[in-house]
């Protein structure tokens, strides 16, 4: 009987050593993930009203009227490098229903957020904006418009296009 207890405890003993020696034993393997993003160039104009209107007033009065201010917000994703533009131009002079013209030139904006005021042009598109590099601008686009008593009566009109380029 005593042998088949130290049987009992020898047996138990290697059960043991042998369960210890696998835990010990661990196995262990790695793998590895690429992660990648593909990003690519965006452009995003948004305009907080897409027209601009002056009430009549007295030339003696009031030399310049103003429109309500356009709300101009720009968003650009490109390379550090490249080079991103916000221009606008006017597809001719403003011109009522019996083509009488008020000329676009006598048009100009003012702004701000990072964005620069000018006089409109028919021939030419103007910078409105230009940096370097991604990132957003926003500003309050203000019209103005030499008042004048030459101008002929009616509702002169013109289209004006923005374009935002971002390479």
């Known amino acids: 009987m005593t042998k088949a207890v130290w049987g009992s405890v020898f047996t138990a003993a290697v059960i043991l050593m042998g369960a210890s020696s696998a835990a010990a034993q661990q196995a262990q393997d790695t793998a590895s993930v690429t992660v990648s993003a593909q990003v690519n160039a965006k452009a995003k104009l948004t305009m907080g009203s897409t027209t601009a209107t002056f009430a009549d007033a007295d030339p003696d009065v009031t030399a310049t009227l103003s429109a309500t201010a356009i709300n101009v917000g720009v968003k650009a994703r490109t390379s550090a490098a490249a080079n991103v533009t916000l221009t606008v131009q006017a597809d001719g002079d403003l011109t009522n229903e019996d083509n009488a013209t008020i000329a676009i030139d006598q048009l100009s904006w003012t702004i701000t957020g990072g964005l620069t005021a000018g006089t409109m042009s028919a021939t030419t598109a103007q910078t409105l904006g230009q940096w370097t590099g ?3 601008q926003t500003g309050p686009q203000t019209y103005k418009l030499e008042n004048s008593w030459n101008y002929r009566t009616g509702t ?11 390479p």
């Open 134 to 136: 991604g990132g957003t």
């Open 156 to 166: 002169a009109q013109a289209v004006i296009t923005y374009t935002l380029t971002a």
